[in-house]
């Protein structure tokens, strides 16, 4: 059983990195984000209660938070383990967490915020079927047009100049220091972001002590 936290600035690639390491050692990803995400999208009534703060950039409540993961985690189908992924984003997320879970440990990817206004301002998403795009480094053959079903490529409602800068503001005076609560127990292994995803995933491994990837699985 692995338990993993993964923090990061968004565009840090955190998705991407726990989708690898989910895919590879059997966990599952929780990602906090792409649960609202959904709930917006097919209109429900948490989604209602989400929206205005997601598309300002804002955090969600966190009694409302903390009871969407405290509900995820209850299904139990971790078997072998999850990574959590957008969760804690403050203080009083962080320990709420530890006191109701433990976990092997923290996985920070750091980036500086002028690379995170690169990476976050190039991100679009198709808005038939959800595929995800980056203007820097997977570009669409078509411009504005998804590879896969045609549909059009639009930003992410938060993925603004505006919401972004109230979203680096929120990172580092609210999980910053939840960052740091982890680290006061020794849970933290710090990664250098700016390199190529490959790298950077190898780097988690190598902290983790994790098999490092294979050529099949660097494939997929
Ligand atoms: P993300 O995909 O992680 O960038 O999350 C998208 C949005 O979902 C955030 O800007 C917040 O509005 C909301 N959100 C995600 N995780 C949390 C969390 N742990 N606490 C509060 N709000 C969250």
């Known amino acids: 059983m692995r338990k993993y936290v993964i923090m ?26 792409d649960i609202y995400r959904w709930h917006v999208q097919y209109h429900t009534k948490l989604g209602a209660q989400v929206r205005r703060a997601m598309s300002a ?48 440990a923290v996985i920070h990817l750091d980036l500086p915020d002028s690379e995170v206004r690169r990476r976050v301002l190039a991100r679009r998403l198709c808005s038939n079927c959800g595929m995800d795009y980056n203007l820097i480094e997977h570009r669409p053959v078509r411009e504005g047009r998804c590879d896969a079903c045609g549909g059009e490529l639009v930003s992410r409602e938060d993925d603004t100049e505006e919401a972004l800068a109230a979203r680096l503001a929120d990172y580092h005076a609210k999980t910053d220091p939840a960052l740091e609560l982890f680290r006061a127990k020794e849970l933290v292994v710090s990664v250098d972001a700016t390199a190529s995803k490959p790298a950077v995933q190898r780097a988690i491994r190598e902290q983790l002590g994790l098999p490092l990837p294979t050529r099949k699985s660097r494939a997929s």
């Not at 995820?72 to 530890?98: E, K």
């Open 8 to 33: 990061g600035i968004q565009g840090s690639g955190k998705g991407t990195q726990a989708k690898q390491l989910a895919a590879e050692f059997d966990l599952v990803h929780i990602a906090v984000g």
């Open 57 to 104: 950039g804002e955090l969600v409540d966190d009694a409302l938070t903390e009871s969407v993961v405290r509900d995820r985690l209850a299904l139990h189908d971790w078997n072998y383990g999850f990574i959590l992924d957008g969760f804690p984003r403050n203080r009083r997320q962080a320990q709420f967490f530890m006191e109701g879970y433990d976990v092997d």
